[in-house]
């Protein structure tokens, strides 16, 4: 969980309120690629890597690397569908690219006509970054993904963290392949990890399900 968000400087603060100051049906999402906005993303940027410990705000991987070439600063609630949220501390975080690529602008929200910041864990649909513990939603060893709860199965989901069982044994097919679930028995099971095996089983059962 992210213990503190980005405090603007008075810099940054000006071109927010400025921001701000305009109707929200005005409000431009595009503007967030607007080259005097590029200091205020670098910092940003660097807070919420810093704070989240190089750890990615959706999958928890570690991505051993500070370079921002390797990740992108995260709307939580898509700035494409609330742009009126664009510079919410809150709002913001650090998230590796394949995970911001498959959350897209998907809904996140429960209320979708907020008008003000939500301030609470279940205002959202997603594991939060800055009001849930991951660990609280989502069971997470290794490469395998298992939900706790509504939240941590739709997170799963939205940012595709199947992804990381699916690359690490090779399979071709997609989760609902009936050979899935006997590939990753085995594959476990052979370096004698039951535990892990468990949890890859039970993902998979969940999964087939949907």
Known sequence: MISKAVDYCKADQLLVSAYKAIQDKLKDPNYWSHAELEK?????KEHYIEEQKTHC???????NSKNHR????????????YAHFMFEPKNLAAACPDCNSHKGDKE??????????PTKSEDFKIVHPHYDKYT?????????YVPVTKKGKYTIYLCDLLRFTVDFIGASGSASDNSFEDEIDATFNAENDQDLADLALE??????KK
């Open 108 to 117: 996140v929200l429960v209320n979708t006509r907020r008008r003000t910041y």
């Open 40 to 44: 205020l993303k670098k910092r940003a």
């Open 70 to 81: 390797i990740w992108d600063l995260e709307h939580i609630a898509p700035r494409a569908k």
């Open 203 to 208: 993902l998979i059962e969940l999964q087939l």
């Open 57 to 63: 705000c959706y999958c928890n991987m570690h991505q």
């Open 136 to 144: 609280d939603h989502i069971k997470h060893r290794r490469f395998v």
